[in-house]
């Protein structure tokens, strides 16, 4: 928006600072520079995370998801994430080419508390480690090797507002515009709806892995 008057745009720290008073002692406390035990429960019970990157191009985020535990706590400084088959965008890896920089969100269905790690990543695709990630004999297609600089936990208070793990909030898919419909409106129709959507759950579930 152009049109908002200056005098209501907070562009300093004290301004913000002024808002939102001091941080409580536990914000403070909870935030440590390496993956705590209690911490490495989280990340080995969390079967989704969302990873931030920043490149030449912008920001990214894209989620990345498996069995409970697929990211693996090498050690209390270091996490392994196998990168799998996606659409090959890849833009994640490529901002990661150019910036280290990583921060993982992690969750876990039914709990409130999520996990924040903020550190730098480095791509790999040395054999032991590639093979550690096999699935059905299907290795990944690399691994982000990610050096731990700041781990803290994130209160519930947006996961309650958003009602996110309550039954009565989840939403129908037949209430919402399938992949096939936007893709056909985006494409002007290049890309058949019904035909998209109707090969899609096949071809997920055969390159899963």
């Known amino acids: 928006m152009s049109n908002l008057n ?5 562009s300093e720290l004290t301004q ?5 008073g001091g941080v409580a002692e ?14 490495q429960k989280l990340i080995q019970a969390s079967p989704f995370a ?6 030449p191009d912008g920001l990214d985020v894209s989620p990345r998801g498996d069995a409970p535990g697929f990211v693996q706590v090498l050690d209390d400084k270091t996490l392994l994430l196998p990168e799998r088959r996606g659409n090959n ?11 280290s920089r990583v921060a993982l969100f ?12 903020m550190g730098r990543a480095t791509i790999t695709v040395e054999p032991t480690l590639m093979e550690r990630f096999a699935v059905g004999g299907k290795l990944p297609q690399c691994v982000l090797v990610i050096e731990v600089e700041k781990v803290f ?13 309550e039954p009565d909030a989840h939403k129908s ?17 290049s890309i058949n709806a019904e035909r998209y959507d109707q090969e899609l759950p096949e071809r997920q579930q055969k390159t899963l892995y």
């Not at 200056?6 to 907070?10: E, L």
């Not at 992690?106 to 790690?117: A, S, Y």
């Not at 936990?153 to 793990?165: D, N, S, T, V």
Request: charged residues 20%; positive net charge.
């Open 26 to 39: 536990a914000s403070l406390k909870k935030e440590v520079p390496y993956i705590h035990p209690l911490y």
């Open 16 to 20: 913000l600072e002024h808002i939102y």
């Open 89 to 99: 965008r890849i833009d994640s890896l490529r901002n990661l080419l150019t910036d």
């Open 50 to 55: 969302v990873m931030a990157t920043s490149g």
């Open 6 to 10: 200056p005098q209501h745009v907070i």
């Open 153 to 165: 936990f994130q209160c519930a208070r947006a996961i309650k507002r958003a009602g996110l793990w």
């Open 173 to 189: 898919a037949v209430d919402l515009p399938s992949a096939g419909r936007i893709l056909a409106a985006l494409s002007n129709g």
């Open 106 to 117: 992690f969750m876990i269905p039914g709990v409130g508390e999520t996990l924040r790690v």
